[in-house]
Nanobody, 127 residues
Framework: EVQLVESGGGLVQAGGSLRLSCAAN????????IGWFRQAPGKEREEVSI????????YYRDSVKGRFTISSDDAKKTMYLQMNSLKPEDTAVYYC????????????????????WGQGTQVTVSS
């Protein structure tokens, strides 16, 4: 059974930093794309960053490029999202998700029923 557990959220002032972690169990890490998504109150869920553990390729949404960095530790089966220069508009619940690379070709692929999701962690950025 695929399990994803997020941690590292919290309250931070604008301009500050947080590092989110996503601990994974129940699947072969290297065969999956793992991504961070977020959902703010009253808004739709949006992709933030994705890493394909098979080939190491990464994706970032434009609004976080240069501020956020996604990384993956295969030995620990943990993915990280380093978030710097945080802005109030980054406030959201952040979710970790995993999808077999067989089904992954774009962020929209995570809408698939084959994607698995964590429970989310709250990030709040005060102005």
């Amino acid at each position: 059974e695929v399990q994803l557990v997020e941690s590292g959220g919290g309250l931070v002032q604008a301009g500050g930093s947080l590092r989110l972690s996503c601990a994974a169990n129940g699947f072969i890490f290297d065969d999956y794309a793992i991504g961070w998504f977020r959902q703010a109150p009253g808004k739709e869920r949006e992709e933030v960053s994705i890493i394909n553990n098979r080939d190491g390729s990464t994706y970032y949404r434009d609004s976080v490029k240069g501020r956020f960095t996604i990384s993956s530790d295969d030995a620990k089966k943990t993915m990280y999202l380093q978030m710097n220069s945080l802005k109030p508009e980054d406030t959201a619940v952040y979710y970790c998700a995993a999808l077999s690379v067989i089904f992954y070709d774009s962020p929209e692929s995570f809408s698939s029923n084959f994607a698995r999701w964590g429970q989310g962690t709250q990030v709040t950025v005060s102005s």
